[in-house]
């Protein structure tokens, strides 16, 4: 597994570094960025937020736009955004060209269905392949936070609430909070999972609310002129299967905020605050 | 000269609007972008900082990736972002689709040669319609500031030098320093100003800072690592032609960033409060 860089910036006396590799799990190359806050020459062990995008992303927009290097560089706190899917001629895109399954829209998931199998299986590269890859290489430890946007926000509940453990952190910018039941998430799961909406409900963070067998707070923001609010997004589904489970939830609905990253770029401080008091030490 | 509202979202308590009209100055339609910081609210009077943006941009890169709402939003500044050429079916373009020429390269100088002299006319447009447009509809006064970055970095200083008692603070970011010396200026400006060399001279900082009736203080800051820094940008000549005319000029390298927002989000803050200082009451 090696690293091929492919830019490097400095940014905010750090770095934001972008690396090739081979994913054994996807079958295909695959690009992420790392930000790399000052304190990288004079430790080995600083925790990393991962950052899953929404759908049409790729390893670039947070990085561009978020502003978030800023505070990764106070804070000591390493970043690392994968690509939303994996990606080339050889993985199989949807025909018709949509930007809400495919190519940037890997939902984070591991597929069962053909010919999506093979490739889509973001999950695993996400929990286990990209984690190995970073630790390897990079001065971290194994302290580990996750947060994205939409349907990154998605990915990042799933993978906290799915893998006791392997997070310290979560948070989410408005999040598809409850895929089963909206229509980006219907097509997916129908899609990458099968017709079989029982197997959808280990997908859905709302669903693994009930079972989570440890309690990791979660932050999450949601605009309140967020178009895809009402038939997308649901928050509101996640704060009731949060307070059925007994499992502590900061949901908070920002006025007049929309979806886009100026709305993420606003509060990025206050997610990468709430990270760093858990992956401190 | 109506404003056609083209988006509107919510930024670090503010706003980020862009804004359709038509520009007789240039004889096309325009789209620029405004930040309005949360102050807007409540007086009627703030300060403009006007940002220049570089070769391929749009009114979108600066307010997308600079991290400049968030002091902004402190500062209690507008920033007002144009785009950075004349556009439109209409509108003469390089026929071989190069970038550094035509359209998204305007320059930010009045053309005098054809076909481009009818709409190339983007320092008219950025000092005399633009500003008008701006203290017409928003609840500003007539405190200016200016910056910019690459091809709009020399936008600013020329701006800034041409127009004595017009902007109370100036900078830039890796600007093209000495346009008439390096290949990009020498390609822009044989084009649209044509080959008299003399004529080039009233849109080159360094041959502007000679003249200066005012001696507005200049903040340049240039990325070490920057590519283009000994072929296109050539700071140091800017540094000469300040100690000779005696212009107060503070240029900062930076070592290691590049020519990248990266670079300008790093050092944002510094600038919007160098513009503060002077903008202020």
Same mark, same amino acid.
């Given at each position: 597994?090696?690293?091929?860089?492919?830019?490097?910036?400095?940014?905010?006396?750090?770095?934001?570094?972008?690396?090739?590799?081979?994913?054994?799990?996807?079958?295909?190359?695959?690009?992420?960025?790392?930000?790399?806050?000052?304190?990288?020459?004079?430790?080995?062990?600083?925790?990393?937020?991962?950052?899953?995008?929404?759908?049409?992303?790729?390893?670039?927009?947070?990085?561009?736009?978020?502003?978030?290097?800023?505070?990764?560089?106070?804070?000591?706190?390493?970043?690392?955004?994968?690509?939303?899917?994996p990606r080339g001629a050889d993985v199989p895109d949807d025909?018709?060209?949509?930007?809400?399954?495919?190519?940037?829209?890997g939902f984070y998931l591991d597929a069962v269905q053909q010919?999506?199998? #093979?490739?889509?299986?973001?999950?695993?590269? %996400?929990?286990?392949?990209? /984690?190995?890859?970073?630790? $390897? !290489?990079? *001065?971290?430890?194994?302290?580990?936070?996750?947060?994205?946007?939409?349907?990154?926000?998605?990915?990042?509940?799933?993978?906290?609430? #799915?893998?006791?453990?392997?997070?310290?952190? %979560?948070?989410?910018?408005? /999040?598809?909070?409850?895929? $089963? !039941?909206? *229509?980006?998430?219907?097509?997916?799961?129908?899609?990458?999972?099968?017709?079989?909406?029982?197997?959808?409900?280990?997908?859905?963070?709302?669903?693994?609310?009930?079972?989570?067998?440890?309690?990791?707070?979660?932050?999450?923001?949601?605009?309140?002129?967020?178009?895809?609010?009402?038939?997308?997004?649901?928050?509101?589904?996640?704060?009731?299967?949060?307070?059925?489970?007994?499992?502590?939830?900061?949901?908070?609905?920002?006025?007049?905020?929309?979806?886009?990253?100026?709305?993420?770029?606003?509060?990025?401080?206050?997610?990468?605050?709430?990270?760093?008091?858990?992956?401190?030490?």
């Amino acid at each position: 597994m090696s690293l091929e860089l492919v830019s490097s910036a400095r940014s905010f006396g750090g770095w934001h570094k972008r690396y090739r590799h081979r994913s054994a799990t996807l079958g295909c190359d695959m690009v992420f960025a790392v930000y790399l806050p000052p304190q990288v020459d004079a430790t080995q062990s600083l925790p990393v937020l991962y950052w899953l995008s929404g759908l049409t992303c790729t390893d670039e927009n947070f990085m561009q736009k978020a502003g978030a290097h800023r505070y990764a560089a106070q804070l000591g706190l390493v970043i690392v955004a994968p690509d939303t899917s994996p990606r080339g001629a050889d993985v199989p895109d949807d025909l018709d060209g949509v930007w809400d399954f495919g190519h940037g829209a890997g939902f984070y998931l591991d597929a069962v269905q053909q010919p999506w199998a #093979r490739h889509y299986r973001m999950h695993d590269y %996400v929990v286990n392949e990209l /984690p190995a890859l970073i630790e $390897m !290489n990079f *001065p971290v430890s194994a302290r580990r936070g996750i947060s994205g946007h939409s349907m990154g926000g998605h990915g990042a509940l799933v993978c906290a609430l #799915r893998n006791s453990g392997r997070y310290r952190s %979560v948070s989410a910018f408005a /999040p598809i909070a409850n895929p $089963m !039941n909206c *229509p980006w998430g219907e097509k997916a799961f129908g899609r990458y999972l099968g017709a079989d909406r029982a197997s959808w409900r280990e997908w859905d963070a709302c669903e693994l609310l009930a079972g989570a067998t440890e309690r990791v707070p979660i932050l999450v923001d949601q605009g309140g002129a967020d178009d895809f609010l009402e038939e997308q997004l649901k928050p509101m589904n996640l704060q009731a299967a949060a307070e059925r489970a007994g499992h502590p939830l900061k949901l908070r609905l920002q006025p007049g905020y929309d979806h886009s990253y100026y709305f993420i770029a606003s509060f990025i401080e206050d997610h990468l605050r709430h990270h760093i008091q858990a992956l401190k030490d």
